[in-house]
């Protein structure tokens, strides 16, 4: 069974532009989380996705949006990108809600650099 | 509020020996409990978890950790370490109660040293 996979994997832009990124969740997998890491702050969460609902929502501002389709491969949207953006981003898929099928398996991740 | 601790940014050991990596968890409700190991420019690859049941969790490449309820830890062990073992790894929880997200350690930095 295929991986979760994010594209693209690397991406450079300028302050001030928007990016999308995507994720491609395991087949099978409704739920979709998605993860900032940089090297200060670790892994922060941003928001969990769920048959296409937003069920969580982590503590950053609103030009970070998402969305997850009848597909389960959801976007996260950045807009007017700042410096402090760059990170590395993380994709995690899982098969839903409850016990063992809360183990989320992660993408590779899109690193993007803000200049 | 769900939270999670690892107190050691850094952990040395010798090729050989047994390594431990500590993790210290907060939740309202019961905990899930989540071992990831990251190695550079990659994603979290999962390595084990307790949902429930026995307190000693086996996972992958011969990892194992303890679920301590009383003293809320979940370290990870392994008997003998790799020089392969060194990487990132990451602690993480979920309360079971509906609707909570992952909480994830801060890291911890695993080097094994020949």
């Known amino acids: 069974k295929a991986g979760v996979t994010q594209t693209p994997r690397y991406l450079i832009k300028t302050r001030g532009q928007q990016v999308t990124l995507s994720c491609s969740p395991i087949s099978g997998h409704r739920s979709v989380s998605w993860y900032q890491q940089t090297p200060g702050q670790g892994l922060q969460f941003l928001f969990e996705y769920f048959s296409e609902t937003q069920r969580n929502k982590g503590n950053f501002p609103g030009r970070f949006s998402g969305r997850q389709f009848s597909n389960s491969r959801s976007e996260m949207n950045v807009s007017t990108l700042e410096l402090g953006d760059s990170a590395l981003y993380l994709c995690?898929?899982?098969?839903?809600?409850?016990?063992?099928?809360?183990?989320?398996?992660f993408g590779p991740g899109t690193r993007l650099l803000v200049l | 509020a769900q939270s999670v601790a690892q107190p050691e940014d850094q952990v040395n050991v010798a090729e050989g020996n047994p390594l431990t990596v500590k993790c210290t968890y907060s939740?309202?409700?019961?905990?899930?409990l989540f071992w990831y190991v990251q190695y550079p420019n990659r994603g979290l690859q999962f390595l084990l978890k307790y949902i429930t049941g026995d307190n000693l969790v086996k996972g992958s490449y011969g990892f194992e950790a303890e679920f301590n309820k009383s003293q809320t830890s979940f370290h990870l062990k392994k008997p003998s370490a790799l020089v392969s073992d060194s990487a990132l790894y990451f602690c993480?929880?979920?309360?079971?109660?509906?609707?909570?997200?992952?909480?994830f350690g801060p890291g911890t930095r695993l080097s094994v040293l020949p």
């Open positions: 995690a898929s899982s098969l839903g809600v409850g016990g063992s099928q809360e183990t989320q398996y």
């Open positions: 993480a929880v979920r309360d079971d109660n509906y609707g909570q997200n992952f909480v």
């Open positions: 939740v309202s409700g019961n905990p899930y």
